[in-house]
């Protein structure tokens, strides 16, 4: 393969590219773990009290607020990240206009309509590759994130694994594939 060959990425990017609730992997598991436990918590402390609550005048109202309760922390845990990229795609008009990233040795450039930026592989503390997507951490709230959909072939997924094995050793996360 030939090393000084680099690979171009014309990007668009969606929210589902950075968050959605339902993909597999490790921060996902702990936030539902985390939600059917707190459910089940309340629950139990429900099942245990139920009729010393339902003893009481407005009995009924303190069931209800723990419904409340239980639907307040599925909500937190599960649908606030998911909405609050949603809010950062609306609020910033840049998050989505096309982006073109060309990935060489001797780093990453990215070319857009609002700025140029040539960013060393130095620049970057980490790498993770998920089944969708690449994401490249420069601090621990700010990443680039490169949709494998938007790869021409399989071959330059290959090439980009390549160069992140080669350019952040001990830094990455990639898949076997």
């Not at 609730?21 to 921060?27: A, E, I, L």
């Not at 939600?35 to 009729?51: H, T, V």
């Not at 909500?75 to 990240?81: D, E, S, T």
Request: hydrophobic residues 45%.
């Amino acid at each position: 393969m030939d090393d000084n060959r680099n690979v171009v990425v014309e990007v668009d990017l969606k929210p589902n590219d950075v968050y959605t609730p339902f993909r597999w992997d490790r921060g996902n598991i702990a936030r539902w773990v985390t939600a059917i436990l707190l459910c089940l918590i309340l629950y139990d402390r429900y099942k245990e009290s139920q009729a010393t609550i339902l003893s009481f005048p407005g009995g009924g109202s303190i069931l209800a607020i723990i419904a409340l309760l239980m639907l307040l922390i599925l909500l937190a845990l599960l649908l606030f990240p998911y909405l609050r990229v949603r809010a950062m795609f609306r609020k910033s008009p840049a998050m989505t206009k096309t982006r073109r990233y060309t990935f060489a040795v001797t780093g990453i450039t990215v070319q857009s309509d609002d700025a140029n930026s040539d960013c060393k592989w130095s620049l970057f503390q980490r790498a993770v590759e998920t089944p969708g997507v690449f994401v490249f951490s420069l601090t621990s709230h700010a990443a680039i994130y490169v949709p494998k959909r938007c790869f021409i072939s399989s071959d330059d997924v290959a090439r980009v694994r390549d160069l992140i094995r080669e350019n952040l050793p001990g830094k990455w996360r990639l898949r076997r594939e």
